[in-house]
């Protein structure tokens, strides 16, 4: 009997310590902040208390400014708030870097955190050949990755958690996946991915070789990050979610379709259009050669050898009339007499 009892305390002692190993760790220590640690604006539910010691104010100073002899810029008041802390768009949007904590006479009492604008940035990658997809294509068959690009990967190592990242990938049916297959049929989730480096990259985790599960078309993807219900507050495209790609699923890439119609059709054509442009400038050579050339030859000397002549012909002519004169008066003259 006894021995039962103590088989079933350490059973239950065993339980215990894998609950406690499973549950919150992680979940805890991802809004924990301590000092010096950066915080993203758009997170709520943040227990900043080992950032702010004893203090409960925060400044931020402009840049240049000297911290040890000005007031800050901008001051809050985070009483009543250090255990539950958000980074409202409306009190930090336009004052990102360090915010100091504030002793009881406004002066600079060391770090408290810092306020970084989130960013996310999502890429496609074609493992299949080596490429980063730019095309916004992806031949089927070949296995995809994807490369997440986001500051939020420091969270990692300041908080002990990785930052969950969750990719969205909508088919042309607009029904949302929540896993991937790869070529080898493995499911992959794709939903709270932990993200632990800058950048980060998924592995071949999609292939869209099978038309019965993936079918042809345009997929929309885009990833998304509700750290701390992060983007709930600060829905910003870019920031906490990232630019959608549209990713067209096809067997022949479109534009070497396009391309390897237009030389046949190239080909064919300039053999035909130089042969008629060479005869047509030959004949008219021919011709114009031909006709000219007695034009030219034949008006030159018949003309330079008989313009001259009619010249001195005309003195012959005048004297023969004023010989006839001359013959008319003698007649006048023997008639008179």
């Given amino acids: 009997m006894i021995m039962m009892i103590k088989k079933g305390t350490t059973i239950l002692i065993v339980l215990v310590c894998i609950l406690l190993f499973c549950v919150d760790p992680a979940s805890a220590a991802i809004n924990t902040i301590k000092q010096g640690n950066t915080v993203f604006i758009g997170e709520e539910g943040l227990d900043i208390s080992a950032a702010m010691g004893p203090d409960t104010q925060i400044g931020w100073w402009a840049s240049a400014a000297d911290i040890s002899t000005t007031s800050p810029t901008q001051a809050i008041d985070l009483k009543g708030r250090i255990t539950s802390f958000m980074v409202s768009p409306s009190e930090f949007d336009g ?11 406004g002066k600079a009492d060391g770090s408290a955190f810092l306020v970084a604008d989130p960013q996310l940035i999502l890429k496609v990658e074609d493992t299949t050949i080596l490429v980063d997809e730019q095309l916004n294509w992806i031949p089927t068959g070949d296995n995809i990755q994807f490369r997440i690009d986001t500051n939020l990967a420091q969270i990692a190592s300041q908080r002990s958690t990785p930052a969950p990242i969750t990719i969205k990938v909508q088919s042309p049916e607009g029904a949302i996946y929540s896993s991937l297959l790869n070529a080898g049929g493995t499911p992959t989730s794709i939903v709270n991915i932990p993200v632990t480096t800058r950048p980060f990259y998924t592995g071949s985790i999609w292939n869209m070789g099978d038309p019965a599960i993936y079918p042809p078309g345009t997929y929309t993807l885009w990833a998304e990050s509700n750290i701390n219900n992060m983007k709930d ?38 053999p035909l259009a130089i042969t008629q442009v060479t005869t047509s400038v030959q004949t008219q050579t021919i011709e114009s050669t031909t006709v000219p050339t007695p034009t030219l030859t034949g008006i030159p000397i018949t003309t330079a ?8 012909t005309k003195a012959p002519g005048f004297e023969a009339t004023l010989a006839g004169v001359t013959l008319l008066f003698a007649l006048v003259f023997y008639l008179k007499k």
């Fill in 95 to 105: 004052y990102l870097g360090n915010w100091y904590r504030l002793n009881s006479a």
């Fill in 233 to 270: 507050n600060y829905e910003v495209v870019g920031k906490t979610i990232s630019i959608p790609i549209n990713l067209l699923n096809q067997g022949q890439n479109p534009l070497i379709k396009k391309a390897t119609t237009l030389p046949t059709q190239t080909t064919m054509t300039p």
């Fill in 305 to 312: 050898t008989q313009f001259p002549s009619p010249i001195p």
